[in-house]
């Protein structure tokens, strides 16, 4: 059975691991869908007034989709996305937001201002 806490505990060791910003997020969204159970898990990046869909892994379900925003020192630079999230997830995802804000800088623009997932 999913386990939002055996998720936490996997993304945090994703994430702590390091490496290519792109590995980390592909890992976390397999991560989302295998170990906490969602039928989908996305990053969409913020780019000008779009959000253009990153690394997703599972089968998409638009009708149940939960996103949570995630920031930047105070700017919105990507939208984490899953399908089939129950309402007391939402903790959960938004830990998983903080944790993978770093790595969604990659597509992102930053300004020319360098950065450090």
């Given amino acids: 059975m999913p386990s939002t806490s055996r998720a936490l505990d996997a993304i945090e060791r994703i994430v702590d691991a390091g490496g290519d910003a ?3 997020l592909r890992q976390v969204v397999a991560s989302l869908r295998d ?9 969409f ?6 959000l253009l869909l990153g690394p997703q892994a599972g089968t998409p379900d638009e009708r149940n989709r939960t ?11 990507a939208e984490l996305a899953v399908d089939g999230a129950p309402k007391e997830d939402h903790a959960l995802l938004e830990r998983v937001a903080v944790l993978v804000s ?7 623009d930053t300004g020319g201002e360098s950065w450090d997932p």
């Fill in 102 to 108: 770093g790595h969604c800088l990659v597509g992102w």
């Fill in 22 to 24: 792109d590995d980390t």
């Fill in 45 to 50: 990046f913020v780019e000008e007034d779009d």
């Fill in 67 to 77: 996103r949570v925003l995630v920031t930047w020192q105070g700017d919105r630079i």
């Fill in 35 to 43: 170990d906490a159970g969602y039928a989908w898990a996305g990053v």
